[in-house]
């Protein structure tokens, strides 16, 4: 059974720093690439950031601004994503994914997905 769960969501105040974690199981991890996207309230989902476990390149959303870095551990079957100077407008609830379609770069073909982790930033 393939699950991917999130933890690490919670609440912060503006400026502050989070690292979401993203457990998965029951797939080759190595041979995936996992995504971070997020969903603010009432707003439609969007990609955050990506890794490809298969070379490690990373790539996140510009609007970012830098403030976002994922990461992953192939011994732990996890991937990361650490946050910073956090915005009150990063408010969401943010998804782990994954997608045997290395190539795309988590824009399409995501397959499998957590349940989904709270980030609330207060101002």
């Known amino acids: 059974e393939v699950q991917l769960v999130e933890s690490g969501g919670g609440s912060v105040q503006t400026g502050g720093s989070l690292r979401l974690s993203c457990a998965a199981s029951?797939?080759?991890?190595?041979?995936?690439?996992l995504g971070w996207f997020r969903q603010a309230p009432g707003k439609e989902r969007e990609r955050v950031s990506c890794?490809?476990?298969?070379?490690?390149?990373?790539e996140s959303e510009d609007s970012l601004e830098g403030r976002f870095t994922i990461s992953s551990d192939p011994a732990k079957n996890t991937v990361y994503l650490q946050m910073n100077s956090l915005k009150p407008e990063d408010t969401a609830v943010y998804y782990c994914?994954?997608?045997?379609?290395?190539?795309?770069?988590?824009?399409?073909?995501?397959?499998?997905w957590g349940n989904g982790a709270l980030v609330n930033v207060s101002s």
């Open positions: 994914a994954a997608t045997a379609k290395w190539y795309s770069r988590c824009m399409y073909g995501m397959e499998y």
């Open positions: 029951g797939f080759s991890f190595g041979d995936y690439a």
């Open positions: 890794i490809n476990n298969l070379d490690g390149r990373t």
